[in-house]
Every structure is written in C-alpha cells, then in structure tokens.
C-alpha cells in the first residue's frame, strides 16, 4: 500500500492528477485480463463486452 501512497503523493506534488483516471483504466484492465485467463470466469467477462 505504500506504493500507492507513494505514487498519490507524486501525482499530487507535481500537479499531475489528470493521470489519476487512465491509471485506474490501466489497473481494472489488467484485472480483467488476468481474470479471463481462468477458464471459471471467462464466459461472465466475455458478456460484459
């Protein structure tokens, strides 16, 4: 959790808040791939799109 502190409190310093939504994007993407690489939930992930 002190990376995510860490990485706030940067953004925050250098005014670079902006970054704060692609970050999330970024981060429930890659949520999202490691979660379709189980075959269990595949076929829910795959009707959200």
């Known amino acids: 959790m ?3 502190g860490e990485l ?3 953004l925050r310093k250098r ?3 902006w970054l ?3 970050i ?3 981060l429930i993407l890659g ?3 490691v979660l379709t ?3 269990v939930v595949a076929p829910f992930i ?3 799109f």
């Open 20 to 22: 704060l939504p692609i």
């Open 2 to 4: 002190s990376f995510f």
């Open 37 to 39: 690489s189980s075959s």
């Open 15 to 17: 005014k670079k808040l």
């Open 31 to 33: 949520v999202l791939i």
């Open 46 to 48: 795959y009707t959200i």
């Open 8 to 10: 706030f409190t940067f």
């Open 24 to 26: 999330a994007i970024l």
